[in-house]
């Protein structure tokens, strides 16, 4: 392997986006930036490059520590990408979880009516 990879492909290699496509996007719209400037699909990325990957309401920072340009398993990913996010951003993640106490859970279809009434109570005090 060479001594540079494409940022897309590389993203898409270590599972940060499901899709190279998702990946190729996310670059065109600004949202991945390396040394605080945004970078292109096609910028070449390094090792011991520390990359920003906006993925709202999360901005995670990752450290090249190895190129790959073929996707692997999830197992092995840690061999290729270290996670320097600050744990702030994670505390920003868990407070919109708790700020969205009320919705429900996914499949849990529309409320009944006896949980509309409960509902309806509650946010009219």
Known sequence: ?????RIDKWLWAVRVFKTRSQATEACKKG??????L?????????????VQV???PLTRKLKVVALADKRMSA?????YVEDVTPPEEFE???MQKQ???????R???????KERRKLDDFFDL
């Open 54 to 56: 906006r993925k709202p």
């Open 92 to 94: 920003i993640l868990e």
């Open 75 to 79: 197992k092995l990913t840690a061999d």
């Open 1 to 5: 392997m060479g001594e540079s990879v």
């Open 38 to 50: 945004p970078v292109k699909p096609s910028r070449e990325v390094h090792a011991g490059e520390v």
């Open 99 to 105: 700020m969205n106490w009320n919705s429900r859970d």
């Open 31 to 36: 949202r991945v930036e390396i040394g605080d």
């Open 107 to 113: 499949g849990a279809g529309r409320p009944t009516k």
